[in-house]
Structure formats: structure tokens, C-alpha cells
């Protein structure tokens, strides 16, 4: 069965680095995004990418974030200059075109620890 | 506004027993889509059910249960004789209705199942 993949699996940074989160969403799927979920806590969004642009995104997706689809297949999320509250698991996610009812398949995440 | 209310942060319940999660939700759309998703402790997010707003009929799949009533805004889980496989965080989530377009999921806070042998 098709899945949403992620690397890392864990990533460690210092504050103020750059960091590139990867996501390889399922393959006939339309739409894109990532959640980030700090520990204990909920699952919130960030962004959403339907072609080849953002559709929308929340107050915490700042001037720091950035996403691409650079190549087709692989879905990008950058933080420009990490902040320790930057600290938090990432998902990514995808579902096909169509009705919202679809739901949003979820890759297993990449924890991002700032130190 | 979306919102999602999961008013019970943990429980505990001995393997057997049935349990029932309860979700809480606000919106100003008339049509929307609830989703239930389980969080295993290698922290994954795994797609349990999908309920539309138009449809009220309740859903069984095996000891997994979803009692959607929209008079009281609530979309409750039950797992009936419960097993240690369930433990996990389990969520409620709800996105706004319309056919096509991007859209988020607006999580509730989670509630913490342990199912203990």
C-alpha cells in the first residue's frame, strides 16, 4: 500500500541553523502539508500546497518557513534560523484531489530537536 | 472558528473493558467532515474513520465503534473489549466542508488510552 515517507526520521540542530525537512507524499496525490505536533501536545497545521503554490497556512507558519515542490515527487519544508521552540515532531501529509472528504494520509514524522 | 474539544486528557481501562472517547466539536460551516486518528506510541498518525456531516447513521468496524450526533455537536469512539494494542493517543479532528480546495484539520488535544493487562 502507497504511504507518505519522511527523512529524516530525527534531526538535531543548533539555534539558528537552517533546516530542510523532506516528505515524499503518495504519488497520485494533489494536495499537501505539513503539521507539527510539540511534544505532549496537539497536532497543529502549518501549511497547505495544491499546485505548485501555498493555499493556505496558520499564524505559525512566519517569515521563517518556507516550503517547495522542487521536483515533482518531493514536498520541502525549511526553517530558515531554528528557534528552540521550534522543537516538535513534523508530519507531513497528503490526500488525493477531489472532495475534502478525503482524508489526509500522514507520514511517520521527523522529530526536530534544537538545542 | 473550528474547534475541537477532547475533554478527557488520559484513561485508564483494564484489557477487556469498553471505553468510550469523547469528542466535543464547534463550527459555523453546515457542511463538514470529521475524522478520528490513533497515535501508537512509535507516534505515527493512523486514519481510523471519516463521518460527513450530512451522515448521522452510526459506524461499526469490528470492536471499534463512532456515534456521531449532531445535535449535540459530539462524535465519540468507543472500543469495545479493549486490548493492549489500543493503547495509544487517539484525536478527533474536524475540517470545513465545500467539495474541492485545500484544507487543514483542526486537531483536538488528544486523549491518552492505556489499556492495562
Known amino acids: 500500500e502507497p504511504e507518505v515517507t519522511q527523512t529524516p526520521s530525527h534531526q538535531v540542530t543548533q539555534m539558528g541553523q537552517e533546516v530542510i525537512l523532506r516528505c515524499v507524499p503518495i504519488?497520485?496525490?494533489?494536495?499537501f502539508y505539513w503539521y507539527r505536533q510539540i511534544l505532549g501536545q496537539k497536532v497543529e497545521f502549518l501549511v497547505s500546497?495544491?499546485?505548485?503554490?501555498?493555499?493556505?497556512k496558520s499564524e505559525i507558519f512566519d517569515d521563517q518557513f518556507s516550503v517547495e515542490r522542487p521536483d515533482g515527487s518531493n514536498f520541502t519544508l525549511k526553517i530558515r534560523s531554528t528557534k528552540l521552540e521550534d522543537s516538535a515532531m513534523y508530519f507531513c501529509?497528503?490526500?488525493?484531489?477531489?472532495?475534502?472528504?478525503?482524508?489526509?494520509?500522514f507520514g511517520p514524522g521527523t522529530r526536530l530537536t534544537v538545542t | 472558528a473550528q474547534k475541537v474539544t477532547q475533554a478527557q486528557t488520559e484513561i485508564s481501562v483494564v484489557e477487556k473493558e469498553d471505553v468510550t472517547l469523547d469528542c466535543v466539536y464547534e463550527t459555523r460551516d453546515t457542511t463538514y467532515y470529521l475524522f478520528w486518528y490513533k497515535q501508537p506510541p512509535s507516534g505515527e498518525l493512523v486514519f481510523l474513520i471519516r463521518r460527513n456531516s450530512f451522515d448521522e447513521q452510526n459506524e461499526i468496524s469490528g470492536r471499534y465503534s463512532w456515534n456521531f450526533q449532531k445535535s449535540t455537536s459530539s462524535f465519540n469512539f468507543t472500543i469495545t473489549a479493549s486490548q493492549v494494542v489500543d493503547s495509544a493517543v487517539y484525536f478527533c479532528a474536524l475540517t470545513p466542508g465545500g467539495q474541492t480546495g485545500a484544507n487543514n484539520l483542526f486537531f483536538g488535544t488528544g486523549t491518552r488510552l492505556t489499556v492495562i493487562p
Open positions: 504519488s497520485n496525490h494533489l494536495y
Open positions: 501529509a497528503s490526500r488525493p484531489g477531489g472532495s475534502r472528504a478525503y482524508e489526509q494520509y
Open positions: 500546497f495544491y499546485n505548485n503554490e501555498i493555499s493556505e
